[in-house]
């Protein structure tokens, strides 16, 4: 799973600049996003297909990512980590030096993270992805109460803007929910578009 400071970004990240757009109207707790996602500070959107929906926090915290809640994709009610059926899609700066997609799977993926848990590697393989070094896995992991099916895309790129940044398209479903999730899942890994960083003044809109 993501890295925990990455986590609180994204539970309450927005972009500071730009006005509101039809894109990304806002409720009392989140930034919700219809038909596109942007991030123009780290250089990519997603397309989202018609009918889905991306939660993001409130300003004033950086924006680094998007939740859809597989189960139910056009809700606008909150969205959190916690869901058992989601698809996370956001951004990391390698701050650990880790240089590439499979040593960033490792850190943070392949570890089990309390001693109940069990990871079980499905299927993984490196790829290129809109022409940068990725790495596809899928897991299953499993504790005491619970198993989650996991498939995970990370993208390597460095900007010269920005330097080094991962990228990550997440999906957590159950084994009952996996094929209608992986399809849902696959439309968004293939919405994912990467730009330009600006050199000025960045808007999302």
């Not at 996602?37 to 989202?48: P, R």
């Not at 915290?61 to 998007?66: D, E, K, S, V, Y």
């Not at 992991?141 to 099916?149: L, P």
């Amino acid at each position: 799973m993501r890295p925990i400071t990455i986590i609180l970004g994204v539970l309450l990240a927005t972009a500071v600049s730009g006005s509101q757009t039809k894109h990304r109207p806002e409720t009392s707790d989140e930034t919700i996003w219809h038909g596109r996602y942007k991030n123009c500070d780290h250089g990519y959107l997603v397309n989202l297909p018609p009918g889905v929906v991306g939660h993001e926090g409130l300003p004033p915290m950086p924006n680094h990512g998007i939740l859809i809640l597989a189960a139910n994709p056009g809700t606008t009610t909150d969205v959190t980590l916690k869901e058992p059926r989601l698809i996370d899609v956001y951004d990391t700066n390698d701050a650990g030096e880790l240089g590439s997609p499979r040593a960033y799977i490792k850190r943070y993926e392949l570890k089990p993270t309390e001693i109940s848990e069990r990871v079980t590697v499905l299927k993984e393989h490196s790829t290129k992805f809109r022409g940068w070094p990725a790495t596809f896995i899928r897991l299953r992991k499993t504790n005491n109460f619970s198993t989650s099916e996991i498939e995970e895309l990370v993208v390597y790129r460095w900007p010269k803007e920005i330097g080094p940044i991962f990228n990550i398209v997440l999906l957590r479903t159950t084994a009952e929910h996996y094929g209608e999730d992986h399809a849902l899942y696959i439309q968004i890994r293939k919405g994912l578009e990467f730009i330009p960083v600006p050199e000025g003044e960045c808007s999302n809109d």
